[in-house]
């Protein structure tokens, strides 16, 4: 590369990088102070007056090193809130604009003047439509609207299942939809602790969990002989079902619980038999993939 070339690359690299910079301007004070002097506030005066219509992004304040550090925090504060004070009004200012009071903390200058200073941010009216480019904001990704589709659910009655078929059998016939009865799945009175009359019935639904491994189902879960599921005990129970399925080794991914209460009945409420409430009174699984 010969030196018009590379004067030519840092000349393009020198206006890229002011191009897309955002502007400032620092104000000084005198030492210990946090009102600025006459020359300073005209300085002030001068770039509100020239910068009407540009936009604040922050202001930062400093102090130098003389002084505890304390005092210095609380110095540097003072001259932002003055500072801030002055411009309030009369330049824009971004509604997330931030303030710092860095004290003497950064990178002093040998000039002590020099440090004891608010630096204003802002960027230029020209600017402003470039404004979250500059701030490097990305825009917001507009959320992807997914359009769920219920699942049409399948009574076990309409599936004719033969006489006698296990749960296995019934799970390799079904489709997507299907509801199959968990047979003696019992629980405590008012409780989703299970009886331990239960254990055959778990023992089975874990087994075709293994045994078709693509299975996904929704355990759902139903009461009798109350108007309302006040305890959320039908959710409760579907859950208790699935901590077993998990706690089994069935990944957490393939099983999902929803509590219907008494909003589905086989039989009307109240029933009238010991046999209508336990027909509602149920554990189901639907199936949701296979």
């Known amino acids: 590369m010969n030196m018009k070339q590379f004067l030519s690359l840092f000349f393009w690299i020198v206006v890229t990088v002011s191009a897309n910079a955002q502007q400032q301007i620092s104000i000084f004070f005198d030492s210990n102070r946090h009102e600025v002097n006459v020359v300073e506030l005209k300085r002030l005066t001068d770039w509100m007056n020239a910068n009407k219509d540009s936009k604040i992004v922050a202001i930062n304040g400093y102090t130098d090193e003389d002084g505890t550090n304390g005092f210095n925090d609380s110095l540097a504060k003072r001259r932002v809130n003055f500072i801030y004070s002055k411009i309030k009004g009369r330049v824009p200012i971004r509604d997330d604009f931030k303030t710092r009071s860095f004290g003497e903390n950064f990178q002093q200058s040998k000039n002590k003047a020099e440090n004891r200073k608010v630096t204003?941010?802002?960027?230029?009216?020209?600017?402003?439509?470039?404004?979250?480019?500059?701030?490097?904001?990305?825009?917001?990704?507009?959320?992807?609207?997914?359009?769920?589709?219920?699942?049409?659910?399948?009574?076990?009655?309409?599936?004719?299942?033969?006489?006698?078929?296990?749960?296995?059998?019934?799970?390799?016939?079904?489709?997507?939809?299907?509801?199959?009865?968990?047979?003696?799945?019992?629980?405590?009175?008012?409780?989703?602790?299970?009886?331990?009359?239960?254990?055959?019935?778990?023992?089975?639904?874990?087994?075709?969990?293994?045994?078709?491994?693509?299975?996904?189902?929704e355990i759902q879960g139903h009461i009798c002989c109350v108007d309302k599921?006040?305890?959320?005990?039908?959710?409760?129970?579907?859950?208790?079902?699935?901590?077993?399925?998990?706690?089994?080794?069935?990944?957490?991914?393939?099983?999902?619980?929803?509590?219907?209460?008494?909003?589905?009945?086989?039989?009307?409420?109240?029933?009238?038999?010991?046999?209508?409430?336990?027909?509602?009174?149920?554990v189901e699984i639907m199936i949701l993939e296979k």
């Open 229 to 282: 599921d006040v305890k959320n005990l039908s959710t409760d129970r579907a859950k208790q079902v699935k901590r077993i399925l998990v706690s089994e080794g069935i990944s957490e991914r393939r099983i999902t619980v929803k509590g219907f209460g008494v909003s589905k009945p086989k039989f009307e409420i109240p029933e009238k038999s010991d046999y209508e409430a336990a027909r509602n009174r149920r």
């Open 120 to 217: 204003i941010y802002y960027i230029l009216a020209k600017d402003l439509e470039r404004e979250d480019e500059i701030l490097g904001i990305k825009p917001k990704e507009t959320p992807k609207i997914v359009e769920v589709v219920e699942i049409e659910p399948i009574e076990e009655e309409t599936m004719n299942f033969p006489e006698n078929a296990t749960l296995e059998d019934k799970i390799g016939l079904s489709r997507k939809g299907t509801l199959i009865r968990l047979n003696d799945i019992n629980f405590y009175l008012n409780s989703f602790a299970i009886m331990p009359t239960s254990k055959r019935a778990i023992d089975e639904l874990i087994y075709v969990m293994n045994k078709f491994p693509k299975l996904k189902i």
